[in-house]
């Protein structure tokens, strides 16, 4: 007797996204970019540019890693074509990384210049270009793999019109544009949000703190409980406020730090996802919670270096590049760590750091002029602490907002991945 093994046949699988609005349940059809667009390639008009032209060009400057036209501050004023409004522009020279093939929509009519290296993409009626421009900026690996080129990675026509993707009815194109505009619109709130914050924050900062030389007077002072004036700030060796600490890593600590612009001293393994230490730490320097580290080494937004408390763990271990120090008997920590992350030092340490003068991008200055020639102003410990609240409570109101802004990323993200197909 024969047996016979039977297999179900795999149904094939519909083209429908995970996410998707209630009133809508078709399948979506697979289409190329140029049946349903036309492709138009830029000009060259470098050798017409002004400063005060009629119509800016659109260049590979114009178009941001998210997808936001911004000005490239270019502009023309000749009779030449402008783009409509709705119209999507197309970066085909990469210029950074994740930028190839990235588009954006032009917002209003006859204001924009197309340069070269830029392609328009004009849709046709049954597609909506923000719903367009989501699926080309969505699928950034295939203009990666079709980028040729040694130095700069480029993309050909033929290549941008033979792009496939899903698409859908008109109205659920709209629907879904309409919601990540929202999205986006939210986001662009929370980030102006924040950056109001920080110019609110550093322009409270340069009141608050008077500069060496200007009487040591503050523009903008606190009063004492009952009223009356603090006295005047005093000024002070950096070396009369802090101590320098060398404790040295004999208990074998193996948590790594480096300074990060953003996060502070953060575990190396954390903040890399490896390991950039020495095999054999016990020559490091130990941190104890509070505990200052100086960076002598330009970052970002810290162009003398960056000085970071350490907050996250109990202990840690740096490099002895650092330098390392803790604060001394009535000086307020918060005080002081506000003071270094406003920048306060850089003028005083401009003086000691010789310019141009960097062994393997480290500033070239020493730990004795660090503490005993950096002069700064200080006020009272009561009057540290009050500042230190205030500027605090700043930094919480911007703390809440870079999460509100994060959240709303991982939203869009995880929306991004179910509502196309």
């Known amino acids: 007797m024969s047996s016979h093994k039977t297999t179900a046949s795999k149904a094939p ?40 032209g009629r119509y800016e060009l659109v260049t590979l400057k114009s178009i941001d890693i998210n997808g936001n036209l911004v000005s490239s501050q270019r502009f023309v004023d000749i009779e030449v074509e402008t783009l409509n409004k709705n119209t999507l ?9 994740g930028l190839l093939g990235k588009t954006a929509i032009i917002p209003v009519n006859n204001k924009y210049v197309l340069n ?9 009626n049954g597609i909506n270009s923000c719903f367009l421009s989501m699926v080309i900026n969505r699928n950034q690996k295939y203009f990666s793999k079709m980028g040729a080129g040694m130095k700069v990675q480029n993309i050909s026509k033929p290549n941008v019109q033979n792009y496939i993707f899903h698409y859908t009815t008109i109205q659920e194109q709209q629907k879904i544009a309409q919601f990540l505009t929202a999205v986006d619109s939210k986001l662009q709130q929370l980030n102006q949000k924040k950056e ?10 340069q009141q608050l703190f008077p500069s060496t030389g200007s009487g040591h007077v503050a523009q903008l002072r606190f009063k004492q409980d009952d009223g009356s004036d603090y006295p005047d700030w005093e000024e002070k ?41 020495a095999k054999d730490v016990t020559g490091y320097y130990l941190l104890e919670r509070d505990d200052f580290a100086y ?19 109990n202990k840690g271990v740096v490099s002895t590049l650092y330098i390392i120090f803790k604060a001394k008997n009535k000086v307020a920590i918060s005080f002081l760590e506000q003071l270094f992350e406003g920048g306060i030092l850089n003028k005083e340490l401009h003086k000691i750091a010789q310019e141009g003068a960097r062994n ?45 802004i994060e959240a709303t990323q991982q939203f869009k993200k995880g929306v991004l991945q179910q509502m196309f197909v």
Do not use: C
């Not at 070269?116 to 046709?124: F, G, H, T, W």
């Not at 060398?246 to 996802?273: D, H, M, P, W």
């Open 13 to 52: 699988k519909k083209l429908v996204p995970q996410l998707r609005f209630p009133e809508f349940n078709h399948e979506w059809e697979k289409v190329r970019l140029k049946d349903v667009s036309q492709y138009f390639n830029g000009g060259s008009f470098e050798n017409d540019v002004k400063k005060n």
């Open 116 to 124: 070269q290296r830029i392609a328009e993409i004009r849709p046709n």
């Open 196 to 205: 109001l914050l920080e110019q609110y924050k550093k322009g409270v900062m």
């Open 295 to 313: 960076n002598k080494s330009y970052s970002k937004g810290y162009p003398l270096g960056a000085i970071k408390r350490l907050t996250k763990y």
């Open 237 to 277: 060796k950096l070396g009369d406020v802090v101590e320098r600490v060398t404790r040295k890593n004999k208990e074998n600590n193996q948590n790594v730090l480096t300074i990060s612009a953003q996060q502070g001293l953060i575990n190396q393994e954390e903040y890399f996802n490896k390991s950039v230490s």
């Open 89 to 97: 522009v197309m970066i085909l020279s990469e210029q950074a990384p």
């Open 360 to 404: 393997h991008g480290l500033l070239n200055l020493s730990v004795t002029e660090f503490f005993n020639d950096i002069k700064l102003i200080i006020p009272l410990i009561e009057e540290q602490q009050k500042i230190a609240s205030y500027l605090s409570a700043i930094d919480t109101k911007i703390d809440t907002v870079t999460q509100q």
